[in-house]
């Protein structure tokens, strides 16, 4: 129970990675809101998982690169869990899409740099006011912001650099708050990302190429996550921590 009294905010948290991280957050004794876009009876489930596991939640649909929806999902967190936040974890983003840069236009640059950047910065924006010494933001980036991403992801890749920088910015400048701010940059993990924007044959070509000869399942990175939101991760900020097997270090 690391976590215990502890109020996390989670975007993305009702499925896939973000079902796992609130979940996980939650087995530690931490009190969990959970973001959702457009599916509530997977937040519904997720909001069981995470009762089930003893703790208290929140679910609260919300498209977070809005500035209104993200101030509306603070808030109802605040005002159920007593008006702090200790812990952020900023999992939306995605790739979206695969397209060359012939085939992109101002609407498709604008929409992988909300839903991946613009996102982190609202909330982070939004949750620092809440936090006090002791605190944790954990961001997402990519992979693919170290190497530049596959075929017609160069925007998604870019994206997820900007999250990069983004992360050291914030522990420079909170880090004097004693607020720490770190990002993981996830390969390949066996979510519903990679069904829909990988190709079966190709991830199993790739296992053999990982040192550990396996996807990383939604598990290993709540683990990471838990981590970096504890005390045990306490003189770690700014750090963009590789979780891919082996397939690339940094």
């Not at 975007?11 to 991280?21: P, V, W």
């Given at each position: ?31 969990v809101a959970?973001?959702?876009y457009d ?129 050291r910015s ?81």
């Open positions: 129970m690391k976590l215990k009294g502890k109020v996390a905010i989670v975007t993305g948290g009702a499925r896939d990675l973000g079902r796992a991280i609130s979940v996980k957050l939650a087995s530690e004794g931490a009190k959970i973001n959702y599916n509530p009876e997977d937040a519904e489930e997720t909001l069981k998982m995470v009762e089930n596991a003893g703790s208290q939640g929140i679910i609260v649909q919300g498209d977070m690169t809005k500035a209104e929806d993200v101030k509306r999902f603070f808030d109802a967190a605040a005002a159920k869990f007593g008006n702090k936040i200790d812990i952020l974890v900023n999992v939306v983003g995605g790739i979206m899409g695969r397209k060359l840069i012939t085939e992109q236009d101002e609407n498709w640059y604008n929409a992988l740099m909300d839903v991946n950047m613009k996102s982190c910065w609202l909330c982070t924006r939004e949750a620092v006011p809440y936090m006090t010494e002791g605190g944790a933001i954990v961001n997402f980036s990519s992979l693919a912001a170290r190497d530049g991403g596959g075929p017609g992801a160069s925007l998604y890749a870019t994206a997820k650099g900007a999250v990069m920088t983004f992360t914030m522990a420079k400048e909170l880090g004097p708050k004693g607020i720490r701010v770190n990002a993981l940059a996830p390969g390949t993990i066996a979510t519903s990302f990679h069904d829909k924007f990988n190709t079966p044959e190709n991830r199993e070509r790739m296992k053999g190429v990982y040192p550990l000869r396996r996807e990383g399942d939604a598990g290993d990175v709540a683990d990471l996550v838990a981590f970096l939101a504890s005390a045990d991760s306490d003189y770690l900020t700014g750090t963009n921590i590789d979780i891919n097997g082996g397939m690339a270090f940094s």
